[in-house]
DNA sequence: CATATGACCAAAC
DNA sequence: GGTTTGGCCATAT
């Protein structure tokens, strides 16, 4: 397991319920400041294991990158109170994670 | 071993 | 200002 991995999953733990983030915030968080593909990657990793709230990291844009399970993820975070439309989209203003 | 690809983003043009 | 271009690192082939 590379060690890089769980730097990045220790700060998406510490986002919080009803709370989004994004690879980028996440990447700088976790000290790899520019390589929000990596977090991108790790997540990938995970491949749905839930000790991970995953689902809580979207791309900048507040749109839900999750190529596997878009759905899921919708669903997991509207259980959380995160409004999600139509286009999987979030607003950041709202719901994003502050430091 | 070299190349390609990916749940991305900032800077450059 | 939207679009393109690099760059970053881990897997896959």
């Not at 983030?21 to 996440?26: K, L």
């Not at 979207?58 to 999600?84: C, F, H, K, M």
């Amino acid at each position: 397991m590379s060690s890089s991995y769980e730097a990045i999953y220790a700060v998406v733990r510490r986002i919080p319920a009803g709370r989004v983030s994004s690879y980028g915030q996440v990447a700088l968080l976790a000290g790899y400041p520019g390589q929000a593909r990596l977090v991108g990657y790790a997540l990938h990793m995970l491949q749905g294991r839930i000790d991970v709230p995953w689902w809580r990291v979207l791309n900048r844009l507040g749109v839900i990158s999750n190529a596997y399970e878009p759905e899921l993820q919708r669903t997991l975070l509207e259980r959380e109170g995160v409004l999600v439309n139509e286009q999987l989209q979030v607003d950041l203003k709202q719901f994003r994670w502050e430091v």
